[in-house]
């Protein structure tokens, strides 16, 4: 007798739900629990991270991300507006500056940064100045595409309705275009936040001092510091969540009210 799709889909949940339950069984038999929480939750070898060691890598973290994003920003939003100029040479020094940052290893720039710019320049840069520039030019790259897509997105009516009513070209670009591009690509903008905090642990490859130290290299330092196995990445991590989460929530809190918008403004129009 042929079983029904709803048949069907309660058959495969359970086989689903057993073949976990057995998963989860064997693994807690075989996992030597002891030895993971002496590998990776060893607290307390690691108490002197709290809060002064810990509370240094959060706040230089959150530092160099807000600040490379603060000026990636500016930058981005510069490369997108001459992404869509009528100059062709515009045109060109975007798209080439977008294509160059966006296909190397972000990596290249912290080095060139780093140590590039003392014996080619002979700047001595600081270890935020190093940060924060590293992620502004390659966040930059990115955030320009992102922007560029939201001004296009734009209904070009609502600009061509101001310029027929006689408002210049770049008041329609900064009082109609770019908010309603901004509003559009918050939340990806809010991802780009997230990929840059975890792009600032690539300061490590410059070396620092203690007091500009952030969340990786505290976690790596902490590994023979404390003889405490993995535990000080764990901590690390968790602290990295602590910036992350949030901004993941916010983004798909500002992706949810898109729609919903949208949907209301239809309801609101009928």
């Known amino acids: 007798m042929a079983l029904s799709n709803r048949k069907r889909r309660q058959l495969s949940l359970g086989i ?20 993971v929480q002496q590998s990776f939750f060893n ?53 080439a500056y977008i294509e160059f940052f966006r296909g190397i290893p972000a990596i290249l720039v912290f080095i060139a940064l780093g140590f590039g710019a003392s014996l080619a320049f002979g700047l001595n840069l600081s270890t935020l100045q190093t940060a924060a520039t590293a992620l ?32 210049p070209a770049w008041r329609a670009m900064v009082s109609i275009q770019i908010p309603q591009a901004f509003r559009i690509v918050l939340p990806p903008l809010t991802n780009e936040a997230i990929l840059l905090t975890k792009d600032s642990s690539l300061i490590y ?25 993995m535990t000080p990445l764990v901590v690390a991590g968790f602290c990295y969540l602590i910036i992350t989460v949030p901004l993941s929530l916010l983004a798909r809190r500002l992706e949810a009210r898109g729609p919903a918008k949208a949907s209301r403004k239809k309801k609101v129009k009928a």
Do not use: H
């Open 43 to 95: 607290l307390e070898p690691v108490a002197p991270m709290f809060p002064g060691v810990i509370t240094t890598g959060l706040v230089n973290t959150i530092q160099y991300t807000f600040f490379g994003f603060l000026f990636g920003l500016l930058a981005g939003t510069l490369l997108a507006l001459m992404r869509l100029a009528s100059f062709p040479v515009y045109r060109w020094i975007a798209t």
């Open 16 to 35: 689903q739900a057993a073949v976990f339950v057995i998963a989860v069984a064997v693994l807690t038999v075989i996992i030597d629990w002891g030895a």
């Open 136 to 167: 502004a030019i390659v966040g930059s790259a990115y955030i320009a595409e992102t922007i560029r897509a939201g001004l296009q997105a734009v209904p070009a009516g609502q600009v061509e309705a101001a310029r027929a009513l006689g408002m």
């Open 205 to 229: 490859v410059v070396g620092m001092a203690g007091a500009a130290a952030e969340l990786t290299k505290m976690g790596r330092d902490g590994i023979t510091m404390y003889q405490a196995g």
